[in-house]
Every structure is written in structure tokens, then in C-alpha cells.
């Protein structure tokens, strides 16, 4: 690469307020890109199969071949327009990255999304048999509903008020709908989230406290997603994940971004991501092209490991296979709901990323996965949903294998908070939760080590009596 | 105040490392204060009552008159060895303000803690009558562990580690339980968390998912804080809210630097801050003291509002007394448990800061608390605890009493994220969390603007009959 710019023209960068701002919506009600100095750098839509291109807007499928669309960017107008000075003297979030992003500019309102912390974790890291100091956790369980959905929200809804959109909406399982609710009660819109009906009450808690109204939908999530295409097409609803796919996708580019700051303007050797749609796993790729591009850092090769529930693995058996068509899992079969996505729109362009970059895509059983979630707890404090313990699985099943050298610098990506799922790290242990919580003395799988004790009485004999010390 | 000293020593300043490091403690095995650039700093403890003095370690009772010890710095030497421009160069975090806070160095390793959001809350200050631009929320949701105990495990960990035990223990009735485990297993200390044999099992799985042993006690929570006593004393344990109390308490301080910076390196008008035992709210103004003593922040005259449930509410019946004894509530009667301590040790510390302050001490229904949840999440997306619920609901009361004016610039204190008691924010309504979970449509008080809605068919026929549209 060469020389990396230091300085950026002053029309162009915008301190983003130190805090959220309010005020009117700046560009709300004008056509996105009237100023030509930010309208250059997003070029528009364009289809991920067959290229067609297609015009900034809610669209998100080929009419041509119905293939996903994409946003193109004129990268030159980004190289011109970004440089590491001009992000760092900016405040903390997802906007500091704003010229690689699919927005005019940095919305005036809006939830405080990113900048979560990379933890370098070495107890755990010694535990896999990494060298010190190679393994690092981006850790997302940090952001403000818990979960990285929050970075691709947050783009879709700025997105969705720079469209005119009154009503954000998703079609969702879990940590999407709380995301949503927060983003739109930030905004000041209007919420509607759909999920299935059999859905466990405590999922739709996070949503219903940000006032979202909550529609359960006897169907299954296809039907829903179904449903929610002909409601964002006769409402006029932003649905995130659906009209707005194509800018929602790009919110994962900034996991990518901000790893490379935070390893000091450096890409690692190995990436490793949970897989669900695949969209996570190859937006971050992509995220890395366009720091290289963008001149922001030197290019090197990056190994892309995935991870899946063995459970609902359709992108693994892809990989495993040599070839790259993807077949459907008709009934998923895993304690991770978050992975459970039988057919993975972005799966044959992860299988290909694992393929070019040297990386690999493993599958994992449920028990590894709740074990990953207890050590990691145990030896970093850090406490991640089921996909976060898919991803520990996969780097130590992809370190055993040899796709990860022991001296490889390594960041794994943990991307939701174990709070909203507590029951599934007791999964596969000798004892159940509930007789861990009936005060089962030393948990299987924890003795010596931590667990639930007998209760004692509140006396110091009682508590020596009890082999505590 | 003379003008801001703008470089500092560089034998004293330590630049954080970008992310957690590892390696051998530097200070562990060695007394504190070896090198005595730094050791100046940190001139001991002191007895909050009588002012006695006591030498730095693990005491935290004054021998002379039993009172609390706090710890005391040589102001003149922070001062020297402080700055704007070097806090600003160090990484995010609580140790970026070193030089302010009871360790000698920034640790090698454990969470990383604070440089939580500062939000501009328009919405919800609109709601209240604020100006624009005139409230803020301190958003400690976004802790390591989702509560500001992060904060004081964190001090009182770092000095486990450097006056050498190897057990981090603590009692607690809810978020402290997790943010002690957490913090020992980043360290790679042992933690044993003892709580009430009658707590809910869900407040003790966060403890459990960091490998901590958990030990229920027979009894009420003063029986457990004996007990605690007699263990620190026999087996040597670091409880962090016991004989590390006085390193503990200086962690709350934190929420004030931060405040200070984010706001520019200015004072607030005013603070609303949750009132429990009363060490946080004054920890605060003690914040703000030593950044101004330090150079680092104008003075100005700040009024602190604190808060306080009205089933348990000592602090704030003393106030409205205009006595400063305080009456310890035996009983205590609300949903708030974080709140719910009947005798308050820094009760008529918060008293006096109220009074000296122009502030005040109100006290709120829990009805109250509930409605101020629901308002918060729906208009700026953040979901709080029921500390959070106090909080708000104090600010607004407040408010309408003429303490804080519509100008007024308020930092409002958001300890801790609802998704740990999510029940709370159902309370006071006319159906209750059962029903709205049970699917009852336009959940009361949420009717129009957000609730569950009936189950519907997956077509949109259904939906627009729904009168969803």
C-alpha cells in the first residue's frame, strides 16, 4: 500500500458531537447526496449477482435476477475523504468511521452504538494453547441492547429517516427486536417488531420495555419474513432486515474498522465469527478491503474462520463439502437460535471467503458450545450469549485442526451478552439449571472451581463446616 | 482556580495499554508505594469520623472510634502529576484518570471498566419540561457486568491483587454478586460470593457464569455482613465491600471524571444520583472536589439530588427533617432491593451534600420508579434497573418542586441495565407482567403507543384487521 494520509479536507470531515445531539433531522426530507462532496463517495446499489446497478433507496433486490443488493462506494471519493487523523480526533461509536458507511452524515440522534472494547485474553488464550498475547475478544456484548445487532441496526434506521420512514419494523427471534425498539425510541419512531408466537415471553421483554408494540405471528420465521416483505411493501414500514437490508448489512464493516484501530491501524492473521446468514462473517472481510483500499491500513493476508451449531450448519457441510452449494437445514436442531438459519442468504460467498482467505468454516456440538461459554466466563469475565460460545468452539476446534497456528494473532468476535440466554451454559453438564439453582452442592463441571454451594447458616463454623475455605 | 497544568512527569505518567494486558502484576509481592514519585500521591487512610489516621492497606475501621476510613491523597502532589493532555492520550477506561484513584499502577490485567456513555436525553428532558440540550444521562448500563459496581470491584480488585490475596469475596444481594465474580476471573482470582439463601435464583446465575462460588446464607443481609467480617478476619479473604471498602468507595469517583470530561472538562449544574448507602452520591461530589483541587475543571457551585424508594427511604426522611440523624428503616418495602439498605452508612455524609449543595433528597413511589422505566426505554432506548427507575423518577420530582430549573444542565445517573430485573418496569400498571406476557393486547399504559399485541395469522389480511397498520 501506499502512504496513508494523514489529513482530510475540511468540507468534508464532521466532528461528530461529543454526545448524542438533538435537533432536527439534518438531511431528513431532502434527497440523499445533494452535496457533492459526501454524494460522491456512495456510488449506489448494485446486485451481488448478477452487478446490476441500482440506484441509492429501500431496495434490496435484483428486479433482474432477484439476486441481494449491495452498496458500492467510489472508493477513490473515500480515499480522498478519510484518514486516521480525521477518525481519531473524532468521538467514540460506529460514526467515527462515517466515509465508509452508507450515510450522508453522522445522524444528529441515535442510540451510542460501538466502540466496544478488544480485550486481549490471555487466560483464555493459554488455556486454547495460543502463545500470550495472540488472542483478542471484540467484545460486543457491549453495546446498547447487548448485541452487535445494534451496529447494523443503527445504520438501517439512520438510513430510514434520511428515506422518510415514520415506522421501524423487523421480523425477528431474539436480540434484533430489542435493537430495533431501542434504536426507533432513540430516534423518536415508531416500532413494530414481529415474532413467532411460540417465541419464550422473557425474548420479547427487552422489546417491550423501549414501547415497541410486539406482534406475535402463529407461523414459523419464514412465514414471517414473508409476511413482513408484503407489509413493508403495503405500509410503507423500514423493516431493517428486510427493505433495508442492503445499508443494515454494511453496520457489521464496523467490527472490522474498529479492530483495525484498536490493534493500532493493523489487520490480525485470524478472524473468527459466528456464521447465521453469513452476512456478519463476510462484511467484515469486506470492512478490511476497504481500510485497505481506503489507504487506512497495510494490506495482509487475513484468515476467516467460521463457526456453526452442528445443530444448523449448512455453510460448514458447504465447506466440508469442496463445492459451494448451500443445502437448506429443514429443522434446526440447536440450543443457539441465534445460528439456527437454515437457509443462509450469504452462505456460498462465506464458503468462498474461508476458501480464498486460508480460513475454515467448523461446525460445533451444543455441549462444546456451552463449555466455551463457561470458560470463557471463567477465564475472562466475560459472560456471551450462545453464538459467542459457537465462536470460542470454533477457534479451538479450528486451532486443533491447524487453520490456527499457536502464534497466530487472533481475534474472535463475541457478538451478544449471556444475560438474555442464562440457561445455556448449564447446557450438557451432569446437572440441569434448575438443580444447579435448587443448590445442588459443587455443579458438575464446576467442582473446585466455583459453583453453588449448600446453603450454610450464618455462622463462621457453619462455613468452615462447609469446606468452603 | 489558577490555570490547567498541561504536561506532567513522564517518570509518573503511564500510558494505559490499548487493551487489557497480561503478564506478571508489577507491584504484586512488593509494598505499595515503592517508587516515591508515585507513592506521594497516596498519603493513607483516614478516619471519615474522627480523622485519624491509618496507613495504607486492608483496614477500613477506625480503631479509635470504629467510624469508616477513607482514603487520602497529597492534592498538591496529584495536582503535579496530573493533566488534561494526559488523561486524554490514555485509552478509554477508569485507569485513564490514574492519577486520581488509590493504586500506585494501572493493573496488567482485569475488565475494562467505565468510559460509559454520556447521552444527550431531549426526549426524555422534553417530557420532564428540561430545554434542549439540557439533560444528560450517564449511561453505566454498559458495564462489563451492566451496573456501576463494575466501577468499585474494580479498585477494590486491583488492590486485592497488589496487597496479595488470592480470594476475592464480597456480600450481595444482587449486581455486586457478578461484578466481583467477573472481576476475579479477568485477574485470575478466586471469588466466593455470599447471598441470601432467599434470593431469586436468577441473581445469582450472573455470579455462576464467571465461575464463582456461590454461597447462599441462612439469614438476613446484616447477618451475612457478620459473617463476612469473621471470614476476612480468619481466612484472609479481599471482600471488596469490607476490609476493601475505602479503595472500594473511591471507584464511585470514576462516574465523576468521566462526567467532567465528556462534558468538556466542566462542572454540571446538577447530579441526580440513586441514594443506597449514600457512598456513591457523595463519592461523586468528592470527584468534583479533587478535580478542581487538581486543575483540571473550573469550580462552580453543582447541586446533587439524591434518591431514594419510598419504602426505604432514611436518607431522604432525614433531609425533609432538617435534622442529619438518620432513622434506619427495619423493614424495607419496594421493588427497588439495590436501594433497599435500612441503615445507610454514608447517610448523613449525603445530608450535609444535599444541604451545602442547594440540592435535595426526595423519595418516590414505586408506582413511580415503574412509570420512569417505561418513559426512559421509550423515549431514549435505554432500559434501566430499578435504581435507574428511581433515578428519573427523582430527577422529575425534583423538577417539579423548583430544586433543579428548566436551564438547569443535569447529569442524571444511570446505574445499572434493567435486563437483570426486567418484572420491575410491569409494576404499578393495571395488568400485570404475567398477563402482558400472556399475550393480553395493548398492554394498559402502553395502549397506542407500543405493547403486546393478540397473536395473528401470517398474511396481511390479518394483520390489517389487527388495526396494527
Same sequence: chains 1, 2.
Avoid at 22 to 49: Q, Y
Avoid at 58 to 71: I, K, N, R, S, T
Avoid at 231 to 241: H, L, P, R, S, T
Amino acid at each position: 500500500m501506499t502512504a496513508v494520509a494523514t489529513t482530510s479536507p475540511s468540507d468534508v470531515v464532521q466532528e461528530p458531537k461529543p454526545v448524542r445531539a438533538s435537533g432536527p433531522t439534518p438531511d431528513a426530507g431532502r434527497s440523499p447526496g445533494t452535496d457533492p462532496a459526501v454524494r460522491s463517495r456512495i456510488a449506489g446499489l448494485r446486485c451481488k449477482n448478477c452487478h446490476r446497478p441500482e440506484a441509492i433507496g429501500p431496495h434490496f433486490v435484483c428486479p433482474a435476477c432477484f439476486g441481494g443488493l449491495e452498496v458500492v462506494y467510489d472508493r477513490d471519493a473515500v480515499r480522498a475523504q478519510v484518514s486516521r487523523a480525521a477518525i481519531e480526533a473524532r468521538d467514540p461509536g460506529i460514526w467515527r468511521y462515517l466515509e465508509l458507511l452508507p450515510v450522508d452524515q453522522a445522524p444528529a440522534r441515535g442510540l451510542a452504538v460501538g466502540s466496544t472494547p478488544l480485550i486481549r485474553a490471555d487466560r483464555l488464550g493459554a488455556d486454547i494453547g495460543l502463545a500470550s498475547g495472540r488472542l483478542f475478544l471484540k467484545d460486543d456484548t457491549r453495546n446498547p441492547t447487548l448485541s452487535f445487532k445494534d451496529r447494523v441496526v443503527a445504520i438501517a434506521a439512520a438510513r430510514a429517516v434520511t428515506f422518510g420512514f415514520d415506522t421501524l419494523a423487523c421480523a425477528s427471534t431474539g436480540n434484533l427486536a430489542g435493537a430495533t425498539a431501542a434504536a426507533a425510541a432513540a430516534l423518536g419512531l415508531r416500532a413494530v417488531v414481529f415474532v413467532p408466537a411460540s417465541l419464550e415471553p422473557a425474548k420479547i421483554d427487552h422489546a417491550l420495555s423501549f414501547g415497541a408494540t410486539v406482534v406475535p405471528v402463529e407461523g414459523t420465521y419464514d412465514d414471517i419474513n414473508r409476511l413482513s416483505l408484503e407489509i413493508a411493501d403495503e405500509e410503507g414500514w423500514a423493516f431493517v432486515n428486510v427493505n433495508l437490508r442492503p445499508f443494515y448489512a454494511e453496520g457489521s464493516k464496523t467490527l472490522a474498522f474498529e479492530v483495525a484501530e484498536q490493534l493500532g491501524w493493523r489487520l490480525p492473521d485470524v478472524i473468527v465469527a459466528p456464521i447465521a446468514s453469513g452476512s456478519l462473517y463476510t462484511k467484515v472481510a469486506r470492512g478490511f478491503e476497504e481500510l485497505v483500499a481506503a489507504g487506512l491500513v497495510e494490506d495482509k493476508p487475513v484468515k476467516f474462520v467460521g463457526s456453526q451449531p452442528d445443530g444448523c450448519s449448512p455453510v460448514a457441510q458447504a465447506f466440508a463439502s469442496g463445492g459451494d452449494e448451500i443445502h437448506p437445514v429443514r429443522n434446526p436442531d440447536t440450543i443457539v437460535r441465534s445460528l439456527a438459519i437454515g437457509s443462509p442468504a450469504d452462505g456460498r460467498y462465506a464458503v468462498a471467503l474461508a476458501r480464498a482467505s486460508g480460513g475454515s468454516i467448523v461446525s460445533v456440538p451444543d455441549g462444546a458450545t456451552a463449555d466455551a461459554i463457561r470458560r470463557l466466563g471463567r477465564t475472562e469475565g466475560v459472560f456471551a450469549e450462545t453464538a459467542g460460545g459457537v465462536t470460542v468452539a470454533g477457534l479451538e476446534a479450528a486451532y486443533r485442526s491447524g487453520v490456527i497456528g499457536p502464534d497466530d494473532e487472533v481475534v474472535a468476535l463475541i457478538t451478544g451478552n449471556g444475560v438474555k440466554t442464562p440457561d445455556a451454559k448449564w447446557y450438557g453438564l451432569g446437572g440441569s439449571a434448575d438443580e444447579a439453582r435448587a443448590g445442588v452442592p459443587n455443579h458438575p463441571g464446576s467442582a473446585g472451581s466455583g459453583g453453588l454451594a449448600s446453603p450454610i447458616e450464618p455462622s463462621y463454623t457453619a462455613f468452615a463446616r462447609a469446606g468452603l475455605a
